[in-house]
């Protein structure tokens, strides 16, 4: 009841308002989540209680930002933030992408466990990721492109701008504000806005990036 407590609660000061069964959907997660980290490390956070904060609620704070809705997640991990933009907004198609196979393996089984039906889940490194349309064979794109912690703008941009749509967005969220590395884009064709996130239950810095050509 506790954990159920602390996530309506962050929920409630998120501004979000989700059905009790996706409430209890992201729990469900956690507990898998508690259950596949004692045997193979997805994720330093161990405690549940922590894991609210540190794992949902960070990763539902960029929701406010998410454009469009074909998301993809780069460097998932165990499914952050992907999965539970999946799991929170079911009308939106999501690849979660990762080259970690013990990682992508955990997610399948969460995927096949919690019932996650728009969810896509791809083991490879970015740089060899191409999708297609299978209707037309044209190069897919997305509206957004979201990274949690995953590597330097600069890195992301490189490595994602090619699979971004027309008017889409490049995500990256951030600890404190990376004015290093917003320094090495000066050059490159970008609008790079910054927003500090406040999640709740957290109190370290927490910033979000937005990308767009």
Excluded at 10 to 37: C, M, P, R
Excluded at 178 to 207: G, N
Aim: aromatic content about 8%.
């Amino acid at each position: 009841m506790i954990f159920a407590n602390n996530l309506q609660q962050g929920l409630h000061a998120l501004e979000l308002d989700f059905s009790v069964s996706t409430q209890k959907q992201i729990l469900d997660y956690l507990h898998l989540l508690e259950k596949w980290n004692r045997v193979y490390n997805l994720t330093a956070v161990r405690d549940i209680t922590q894991m609210i904060s540190k794992h949902v609620l960070d990763s539902l704070a960029v929701l406010p930002y998410i454009h469009g809705t074909q998301i993809l997640d780069v460097g998932t991990g165990a499914g952050l933030p992907g999965l539970l933009l999946a799991m929170t907004h079911p009308d939106w198609q999501c690849v979660l992408l990762d080259s970690n196979a013990k990682k992508t393996r955990f997610i399948r089984q969460a995927v096949i466990e919690l019932g996650i039906k728009n969810v896509e889940i791809v083991c490879t490194r970015i740089e060899a990721f191409n999708p297609i349309l299978e209707e037309s064979g044209e190069d897919k794109k997305f509206s957004t492109i979201i990274s949690r912690a995953y590597a330097s703008l600069s890195h992301f941009y490189q490595q994602t701008a090619r699979l971004c749509a027309v008017n889409g967005c490049l995500l990256a969220m951030k600890g404190i504000y990376p004015k290093d590395e917003i320094a090495e884009l000066t050059d490159l064709p970008l609008t790079i806005e910054s927003f500090p996130l406040k999640v709740p239950q957290l109190e370290a810095q927490r910033h979000l990036i937005v990308m767009r050509s």
